[in-house]
């Protein structure tokens, strides 16, 4: 079992920067696959970023995004840099059993609530 909290979300001009956090807590977290999704409204969930033994990203913010987790600390988080509009979304935490890498929002079992990302033009 995992418990995920998201913090860091805010309002950004384009070009600015933010971090997100997901703070976790379970045993296993090391052995967990971890990803960040987003969602704009009337939008599905979409794949943002993942790391299991290695990183995953999508094409839209690849260069742009790096996903991190520091398993001492029980913690992945986003660094998001030149952000655009169209990155405005609530962003999602979450966690799937196991080192294998999938963008399948229904392939992973925890969730965290989401921070909301705003980015202004």
């Known amino acids: 079992q995992v418990q995920l909290v998201e913090s860091g979300g805010g309002l950004v001009q384009a070009g600015g920067s933010l971090r997100l956090s997901c703070a976790a807590s379970g045993r296993t977290f090391s052995t967990y696959t971890m990803a960040w999704f987003r969602q704009a409204p009337g939008e599905e969930r979409e794949f943002v970023a993942g790391?299991?033994?290695?990183?995953y990203y999508a094409g839209s913010v690849k260069g742009r995004f790096t996903i991190s987790r520091d398993n001492a600390k029980n913690t992945v988080s986003l660094l998001m840099n030149s952000l655009k509009p169209e990155d405005t979304a609530l962003y999602y935490c979450?966690?799937?059993?196991?080192?294998?890498?999938?963008?399948?929002?229904?392939?992973?079992?925890?969730w965290g609530q989401g921070t909301q990302v705003t980015v202004s033009s």
């Open positions: 790391f299991s033994w290695s990183t």
């Open positions: 979450a966690a799937r059993s196991g080192l294998s890498y999938t963008s399948r929002p229904y392939e992973y079992d925890y």
